[in-house]
């Protein structure tokens, strides 16, 4: 559903990501993992076209770069890490902007808004605060909030940029069960960039190592995140080291 | 006022808003260097509107050929300012955005200024070179102050955009001032637009604000859901479907469009389209399909209200009326970069 093909972004002289190509199939979960500055959140930025990029990339056999806006966004749904909202409309207000795709004109009608609206509301939990100023929320809510946006979208592909970085560990496993469940729908497809391995390898299908904007690895969980692969981009013993902090909760 | 059902302006809400604006308009009409009493305004716009003869004395003269345009003209400066204010507030995510905060204000002057200075006119429509060259001016304001922006702070944030705004401002001054020092005999034209004023407005000039607003504004109200997209983050607005450039650049040549007329028929009236959004939205909220239309509303009232004080506070002598509106924006720019820094 996603192509796609040696993506290369730079500013200058320094190279952010240099000849990404992946391919996606509905129904994956396509973890991007790597160090810091391997270009992770770059590589999302580049996929929706909010970064020049070299490259291209094709969604369901078109081109991503020459579709309009808001026939992309009816596909594509994206999640940022931080939002700061600086008025305060209510979480409703925040997650109908959901629905701008479906009639991006004043002139445009389309039925089912409200519906989408509760439904998104609703799944997310938010029905109750939909009234409530968006800058009165908790770093959770605020970012279950956009989530909503994201699934009143009704895209077929999410794009996660560190969906829970902020986030404590019930709105973790809130945020991350949430998008599985979605995931499970006909035709749906995840990218996420995480930092934390445990949650990738919980959570992904399949993960795709960068480092210093270069693809190391690319596939099945267990083929990337192999001691090989995984030690030399990290440059420590990585399995030796998430053993020994989950040891830590056995003895108790 | 959480509980808000509709995210439109509801048809009550504008008959109030309305009724409110022609109040103030006609207590503005009414009150002056000669008190002219309620009952008698109504009977002479009334008459007026429909071509009937005036009843005799210089009620009439005074309402309809000074006042009345005047107060029209003034309410419909008010009105564009602050649906402008209202609209790059959104547009750039930022509560302390506006004409003259961003110094868009006083590019459309120096544009003006240097109109009347080299007597650039458009053949058959006089008055029109000194429009569009603070039209023109508007623009390449608003691109250059938000081109250095972009390159010095790409996320725009508050006090990079005021920073350039004042600094902006100064530099348009300083140029106006060079090309006033070379003017010669254009220097009494000048010096008479730059005081300038509502003072005098005629119909013509109503009309053309009228127009202005229309067309300027018709475009503006029509990007309200962008607009909401913007005020939540540009990268959301882009997320969400929003082309974000078309929309950028088509809020821009309104905003710069309007604020140029206003400019040229009005001179440079600060804070209007800083202050008024502001209150407005602690009336009706942050969405701009009520936002828009409300700070129409209360612009237009706003500048009445100012230019009433201008008129009547030192009778017989009048105050500019940039001079009551910067006096109150002052006291709000402060209360508001305060309650925004707290927000954070």
């Given at each position: 559903m996603l192509k796609v093909e040696n993506l290369s972004v730079a500013y200058g002289d320094l190279?952010?990501?240099?000849?990404v190509s992946f391919d996606l199939a509905p129904g994956e979960w396509l973890m991007i993992v790597g160090p810091n500055g391997a270009g992770k959140s770059t590589l999302i930025n580049a996929i929706t076209g909010g970064v020049p990029a070299k490259g291209s990339v094709f969604f369901e056999g078109r081109n991503a770069r020459t579709m309009k806006a808001h026939k992309l966004a009816r596909g594509i749904g994206v999640l940022a890490q931080n939002h700061f909202v600086g008025y305060a409309f209510s979480v409703e207000e925040v997650v109908r902007l959901g629905r701008y795709a479906y009639a991006p004109t004043i002139f445009s009608r389309h039925s089912g808004e409200e519906q989408a609206v509760r439904a998104a509301l609703e799944q997310t939990g938010l029905y109750e605060l939909r009234?409530?100023?968006?800058?009165?929320?908790s770093g959770g809510e605020l970012q279950r909030t956009f989530l909503a946006q994201t699934f009143c979208q009704d895209p077929r592909l999410l794009l996660l940029d560190?969906?829970?970085?902020?986030?404590?560990l019930v709105y973790q496993k809130q945020v991350f069960e949430l998008i599985q469940k979605w995931l499970k729908q006909e035709g749906r497809a995840v990218i996420s960039v995480v930092h934390d391995l445990s949650l990738a390898r919980a959570y992904g299908t399949r993960a795709l190592l960068l480092d210093h904007g270069r693809v190391m690895a690319d596939g099945p969980m267990e083929k990337v995140f192999s001691d090989e692969v995984l030690n030399r981009v990290y440059g420590m013993d990585v399995r030796d080291w998430m053993i020994r902090m989950l040891a830590q909760w056995k003895e108790a | 006022m959480n509980e808000r059902n509709s995210e439109r302006f509801r048809g009550w809400e504008y008959l109030l808003f309305a009724a409110a604006a022609v109040l103030t308009l006609l207590l503005s009409v009414c009150v002056g260097s000669v008190g002219i009493p309620f009952k008698t305004t109504v009977t002479v716009i009334w008459r007026g509107i429909w071509g009937l003869e005036q009843p005799a004395g210089t009620a009439s003269a005074i309402l309809l050929t000074s006042r009345l345009p005047r107060v029209l003209a003034v309410m419909l400066v008010g009105a564009s300012l602050s649906l402008c204010g209202g609209a790059m507030q959104g547009l750039l995510k930022n509560?302390?955005?506006d004409g003259s905060t961003l110094g868009v204000s006083s590019g459309a002057s120096l544009g003006a200024v240097i109109a009347i200075a080299f007597g650039i006119t458009i053949p058959s429509l006089p008055f029109a070179g000194t429009m569009v060259m603070a039209m023109v001016f508007a623009f390449c304001s608003l691109l250059i102050i938000l081109g250095l922006a972009y390159k010095l702070d790409?996320?725009?944030?508050t006090n990079t955009i005021i920073l350039i705004g004042v600094i902006f401002s100064m530099f348009a001054s300083s140029i106006m001032s060079i090309v006033i020092t070379f003017s010669g005999e254009k220097l009494r034209s000048i010096t008479f637009w730059t005081m300038g004023?509502?003072?005098?407005?005629s119909y013509r000039n109503v009309l053309v604000l009228l127009a202005a607003l229309l067309f300027f504004g018709g475009v503006i109200l029509l990007h309200a859901r962008e607009l909401n997209a913007f005020a939540v983050g540009e990268e959301n607005a882009r997320h969400v479907g929003v082309n974000v450039r078309r929309v950028k650049l088509t809020i821009l040549i309104a905003v710069s469009g309007l604020i140029g007329v206003c400019v040229s028929i009005g001179g440079t009236i600060g804070f209007v389209g800083l202050v008024t959004p502001h209150m407005v939205r602690l009336l009706v909220g942050p969405n701009h399909r009520r936002l828009l239309p409300a700070s129409l509303f209360g612009g237009g009232i706003f500048l009445m209200l100012s230019d009433l004080i201008a008129r009547t506070l030192l009778n017989p002598k009048e105050l500019p009326i940039g001079v009551v509106t910067s006096i109150i924006g002052a006291v709000a720019f402060v209360y508001i970069y305060g309650s925004s820094r707290k927000g954070r």
């Open positions: 190279t952010i990501l240099n000849g009234h409530q100023s968006v800058l009165t929320l560190e969906p829970t970085n902020h986030l404590d | 509560p302390l955005a790409f996320s725009l944030s004023s509502l003072q005098g407005t």
